[in-house]
């Protein structure tokens, strides 16, 4: 699918004489929406950051915060990189179609690697189910895809234990963080999540914005069944690699706090073990009480030098 750009008198500002823009990419059948944040400086030679949301998000979750500081896209473009900030197909601002419900990992991850082949040689960072896509978009796109930061990353399914296809079981693995803490979707739905949720498994730590939870959770959207039960490898399983030594050829951070329940040290460790990656455990460098959503929590600056810190050692 042709890039195309939308241009500033079609939702672009003008900058200090730089344009920040928006414009449509992916598939025919699933097309992308994607932010563009330009370098700080005009001529940078960082390669750009590609950021993937997770599941039942948007790419909002990068560009602000729900108590309103500046996200981590406007946080890197001061730090001299390109960012590309993406809603996932039928996110967003990204057309949904009808067969939303049946959306699958593969779907979007073959959506994002057309922007990916477009801009690349391109650093791709992807939070929680996004992690899967960014490990395929490696393998997929090796000469394009120069680093992965994963912050709180779902594993390839190569690593997971498959699940069966019943809710009951499912339900009675809710809270055993060995299996990711799964949640059965029923297949062909649109899932929604309540407050009850956000609070147990997204905004449980203590360096989440309380006062803006409710903010917070108006951002929060519907989501692919197909797509949870792929995270959690129930039924027919997720997004597997052929090749994961292809992965594991480049650079890759896993980025951890310690009050996320589907995110274990062990489980995140085993992650990085299996592509090679280096780790950063919060709480291992003395930053504590971070949950799940790392790039909306109140030390979320403090988060986004640490990875750019380990991008400037990797040369990147």
Request: hydrophobic letters at 40%; glycine letters at 10%.
């Amino acid at each position: 699918m042709q890039l195309i750009s939308v241009g500033p008198s079609e939702g672009s500002s003008v900058q200090g004489g730089r344009v920040r823009g928006c414009f449509y990419s992916g598939t025919d059948d699933h097309p992308i929406y994607v932010d563009y944040i330009p370098a700080a400086k005009t001529a940078s030679e960082k390669l750009p950051i590609v950021m993937l949301h997770g599941a039942f998000h948007t790419g909002a979750t990068y560009l602000t915060t729900p108590d309103g500081r500046n996200g981590w896209a406007p946080h890197f473009a001061s730090r001299d990189y390109p960012v590309y900030v993406v809603d996932w197909p039928g996110h967003g601002r990204s057309p949904r179609n009808a067969g939303f419900a049946n959306l699958s990992t593969f779907e979007i991850a073959r959506s994002v690697s057309v922007l990916v082949d477009q801009i690349g040689p391109a650093i791709i960072l992807a939070h929680s189910a996004g992690g899967p896509m960014a490990w395929w978009l490696a393998e997929d796109l090796p000469d394009k895809v120069a680093a992965v930061v994963g912050i709180a990353p779902g594993p390839p399914s190569n690593i997971q234990t498959l699940l069966p296809d019943d809710p009951v079981i499912i339900e009675s693995f809710k809270f055993d963080q060995s299996k990711g803490c799964p949640v059965y979707s029923q297949a062909g739905e649109t899932v929604y999540v309540d407050i009850d949720f956000i609070r147990n498994f997204w905004a449980n730590g203590p360096r989440f914005p309380k006062t803006a939870i409710h903010a917070y959770a108006k951002s929060v959207v519907g989501e692919s069944a197909k797509v949870l039960n792929e995270r959690f490898n129930i039924g027919t399983g997720g997004l597997k690699l052929s090749e994961p030594g292809v992965v594991a050829e480049r650079p890759i951070l896993i980025v951890t706090g310690d009050c996320d329940l589907r995110h274990p040290k062990e489980v995140d460790g085993a992650v990085a073990s299996y592509l090679n990656a280096d780790t950063l455990w919060l709480a291992d460098v003395g930053i504590s009480g971070n949950g799940h959503m790392l790039m909306i929590e109140d030390n979320s600056d403090e988060i986004a030098s640490l990875i750019a810190a380990w991008l400037g050692q990797k040369g990147l």
